[in-house]
């Protein structure tokens, strides 16, 4: 079994959904980025983790300002693969899913890139501009390497074009709970997007989907019916607070992980 899908086991049995994080890697440093990662760790079931693009599509402003101090600081893909590798050192069993843009993978070259995933440790990878069904190879290909490629739904794919999207799916679907970028206010309830999320789980109880987009201690809370929850804007918010008032990011983000575990425990 996968650790992506161990993850979601042990949840289940623990009767709560699994918390994933998001960071950015080399915000606002590589060595901070891999503290921050490492002790998010200890309180997170997953663990995603961004490589920056200059010219995100899904990112809200909390993210974007991530991205910007680890690409001002000179983050390279090396230096993802470097976090990541470092990180599986002490924290082997602790699944980590990367997270980006295919312009990236396209200048490594899809082989290549999934290649070195495997070779440091990723368990999953998530990249927003690679739809269904133009993903379909590249999916293929992560599966013959054992790493899970995520797909994406949003409140607007169609039944049928879902169903194709779970066919095709590996160990977790992400449902983006907002017509927005990430961070964006909810503008619909709590309820509504449990109702539509629930509609989606119905199609295959077996599969793990997760919600995304919007999430934050206040409303948290109310999504616990989910398989898993993830909340990204929030700490990268939390990184730019600690950096502006000469705080240590590692210990108010490791706080903010700590309060939402216990939301939904």
Known sequence: MSLINSAFKKTKNEKRPALLTYTVAGDSTKKKSLEI??????????????????????????????????????????????????FKKSKQSKPIILMGYY??????????????CKKVGVDGLI?????????????????????????????TTSKNRIKKIIHHSHDMIYYISILSTTGGKLKV?????????????????????????????????????ADGLVVGSALCKEISKSLEKGQNPVTNVTNTVKRLKKKIS
């Open 103 to 116: 312009n990236i993978i396209f200048q490594y070259g899809d082989d290549n890139f999934i290649n070195i």
């Open 189 to 225: 309830s709590p309820k509504k997007i449990i109702e539509k999320y629930n509609k989606i789980k119905n199609l295959n109880k077996n599969k793990n989907f997760v919600i995304g987009f919007g999430i934050t201690e206040k409303n948290i809370s109310y999504l616990k019916r």
């Open 37 to 86: 990662l490492k002790s998010i760790a200890n309180y997170a079931d997953i663990c995603e983790l961004g490589f920056a693009h200059s010219t995100p599509i899904a990112d809200g402003g909390q993210i974007q300002s991530s991205a910007y101090r680890a690409l001002k600081n000179g983050i390279k893909i090396k230096d993802v693969f470097s976090i990541v590798k470092d």
């Open 127 to 155: 990249v927003v501009d690679l739809p269904f069904p133009e993903n379909k190879n590249f999916s293929k290909k992560c599966k013959k390497k054992n790493i899970s490629f995520i797909q994406l739904t949003s409140p």
